[in-house]
């Protein structure tokens, strides 16, 4: 089960990463829009780097 459910957990951090970048998607207690947008783009570029490293182990052995 661990072959789907690592996928999926990155998977689910980038497109919570895409909500945050989204002008209607999730309202998160951040005064600071230009924030709100680091964390978006820095949890997406995480989600990307988690996948593809997750793969890469699967891969490997």
């Not at 998607?25 to 995480?46: S, W």
Request: proline fraction near 5%; aromatic fraction near 6%.
């Amino acid at each position: 089960m661990k072959f789907i459910s690592g996928p999926l957990t990155w998977a689910f951090v980038i497109i919570i990463g895409g909500l945050m970048l989204t002008p209607d998607g999730i309202d998160i207690i951040v005064t600071n829009p230009i924030l709100r947008l680091a964390m978006g783009v820095i949890a997406i570029a995480l989600g990307g780097m988690g996948f593809i490293e997750q793969r890469r182990q699967a891969t490997l052995g």
